[in-house]
C-alpha cells in the first residue's frame, strides 16, 4: 500500500530525515516509535508533501514523492497531523462535512455513523467545535479525515495530552478504521495503545529507522527500548 525508500528531508540545512525506508502494508496497523524530536512527524509531512522530500514514496503503486498535499490527500491518503486543526468557529457537523471529497459519491463512513461512534461529539454536533475538550477535538479530526474515504490513513500522536480513559477511546477507535479495511500508519509515543493495534513496529533515531519487528519481537528487546525510547 505505501512503501518509503531512502527518504531525505531538511529544515533548512538541518539534515532531518537520513534514508527512512519503511513499508505499510495493505490492511495492517503500521506503529512508528520514537523520542520526541527523531523524525516521526517530518516523516509523516514528507509523505503528505508537506515537507519537501528526497526519495520515494510510493503509494497504491505510484511514486507520489513531491506531489502537493491536495494531490496525495485525493489519492486516498488522509492525514491527522498532531496539532488537531479543526475549524473552531464551525460546528462539528460542518467541520465534518469539509471532510468529504465528494458530496456526489457516498463513501464508507456516514456522518451519523462518526456520530454514532461518540455520543460526546453526536450530542454536540451542532456545537461550535472550538468549545470541545481536547479529547473530542482529537476525535472530530480523526473522523474528520475518515470522511474522505482514506485507503490510507497516518494518525500523528493521537493520543498527546489526553486522559488515560480518553487515550482508551481513541485507541479503540483506531482499531475499529483498522478492522474496517483502512490501512493505519500510526506515530505514536504510548507503547501500551501502540502494541496492542499495531502488526508491525518501526523505531526512529536520529533521523533513521533503528529497529523494525513485530511487537512480540518488539517486546523481547529491552535493549532497543532502553536506547531508543526511554528518557
Request: glycine content about 10%; aromatic content about 6%.
Amino acid at each position: 500500500m505505501l512503501k518509503v525508500r531512502d527518504l531525505h528531508a531538511f529544515y533548512g540545512k538541518s539534515h532531518v530525515l537520513r534514508g527512512v525506508s519503511m513499508d505499510v502494508p495493505k490492511g495492517s496497523v503500521t506503529a512508528l516509535l520514537g523520542r520526541n524530536g527523531v523524525g516521526r512527524s517530518t516523516t509523516a509531512k514528507a509523505i503528505m508533501g508537506e515537507v519537501a522530500p528526497k526519495g520515494d514514496i510510493w503509494f497504491k503503486g505510484e511514486n507520489i514523492s513531491g506531489q502537493p498535499s491536495h494531490s496525495i490527500a485525493r489519492k486516498g491518503l488522509g492525514y491527522v497531523p498532531e496539532n488537531r486543526d479543526i475549524f473552531p468557529m464551525m460546528s462539528v457537523r460542518d467541520n465534518l462535512l469539509l471532510g468529504i471529497k465528494d458530496m456526489r459519491k457516498p463513501g464508507k463512513w456516514s456522518i451519523e455513523q462518526m456520530l454514532d461512534m461518540f455520543p460526546n461529539l453526536k450530542s454536540r454536533a451542532d456545537t461550535a467545535a472550538g468549545v470541545l475538550s481536547g479529547g473530542e477535538k482529537q476525535m472530530l479530526t480523526i473522523c474528520r479525515t475518515l470522511m474522505g474515504d482514506p485507503d490510507l490513513i497516518i494518525i500523528d500522536e493521537p493520543t498527546e495530552g489526553l486522559a488515560p480513559k480518553i487515550v482508551m477511546q481513541v485507541g479503540e477507535l483506531i482499531a475499529e478504521i483498522a478492522r474496517a479495511g483502512v490501512s493505519i500508519l500510526l506515530v505514536e509515543q504510548k507503547l501500551s495503545i501502540a502494541l496492542k493495534i499495531a502488526q508491525q513496529v518501526y523505531v526512529m533515531g536520529h533521523g533513521e529507522i533503528v529497529y523494525h519487528g513485530t511487537p512480540d519481537e518488539f517486546r523481547a528487546r529491552d535493549d532497543i527500548r532502553r536506547e531508543w525510547l526511554e528518557v
